[in-house]
């Protein structure tokens, strides 16, 4: 074999945020600071937690960076699965919660990427509940700071710098889901990445991936495995197609097989 030549198969894990409170608590609408950013209620905290829990046990490959959208409730979401994912039991390594869980800080990175924010426009976001000006207001050093020192990647260039402009199209959307995916991919082939997004972006990743699937259903913190093989050659590589290496329904995606793999989650009515 030329030693010149390596390969290996390449993991990204794309993954729903957890429970909103605003789909629980209709009125906290009416006085939330920042309706169109709603946090999770503690059941969606915990759900996150777990279902981190479930991806270091159950994936059989380490997640080694995270990216994830700037929305509140999946920087909530990113920061309870890191935490399971990089939890150790010593408690003298560095690094930590808040809640004083020790964890390995080390083990993988964090950034925030506003090519996997919401779907701007009035098909996920009520024009009611949309700042007038079109300022979402993300404080991005505020968001990185939530999460446990040592985990965020500051030398990490965005691929989208500003997020896209109010009122994007739903066509539009779907494409940026389906290119940040592989862009992302593409900037780290030797690694396995998470992506910690929205309802739509986890649909797509399925609907693109999966031949003739069409997705109708992603529960809170349900996630799609996507897997490809990457062959390097000196200081390039290539890269094959994705699959989707786990059964939707397992991680709870609900699909069922189309010709018509347009048909996405909005036409569905699904909440993202």
């Not at 939890?87 to 993988?108: N, R």
């Not at 780290?188 to 031949?211: C, K, R």
Request: aromatic share 8%; charged share 20%.
């Amino acid at each position: 074999m030329d030693p010149t030549k390596t390969q290996h198969h390449q993991n990204v894990v794309v993954m729903r945020h957890g429970d909103r409170i605003d789909n629980f608590q209709p009125l906290w609408v009416a006085k939330g600071p920042r309706p169109w950013d709603p946090p999770l209620v503690e059941e969606g905290l915990s759900r996150a937690h777990t279902t981190g829990h479930k991806l270091r046990t159950r994936l059989g490959f380490p997640i080694h960076r995270v990216f994830v959208s700037p929305f509140l409730r999946c920087i909530q979401t990113a920061r309870e699965v890191v935490t399971a994912l990089c939890f150790v039991a010593d408690a003298t390594t560095t690094g930590g919660s808040a809640d004083g869980t020790s964890i390995d800080s080390s083990k993988l990175k964090v950034s925030i990427e506003y090519g996997l924010c919401e779907m701007l426009n009035r098909e996920a976001i009520r024009p009611s509940v949309a700042p007038k000006d079109g300022d979402f207001g993300f404080n991005i050093s505020e968001l990185e700071a939530t999460f446990p020192a040592g985990i965020v990647d500051n030398s990490v260039k965005r691929v989208y710098q500003e997020l896209p402009r109010w009122e994007e199209t739903v066509l539009g959307a779907k494409s940026r889901y389906a290119k940040i995916i592989k862009t992302l991919a593409d900037m780290y082939p030797s690694e396995n990445l998470l992506l910690v997004t929205h309802g739509e972006a986890v649909g797509i990743a399925v609907s693109t991936f999966l031949e003739e699937a069409t997705v109708y259903e992603v529960e809170y913190c349900a996630y799609a495995e996507l897997r490809r093989q990457i062959n390097f050659e000196n200081e390039s590589f290539t890269a094959g197609n994705f699959e989707v290496s786990r059964n939707p329904t397992q991680t709870g995606i609900g699909y069922s097989p189309s010709t018509h793999s347009t048909d996405f989650l909005m036409d569905a009515g699904i909440p993202i």
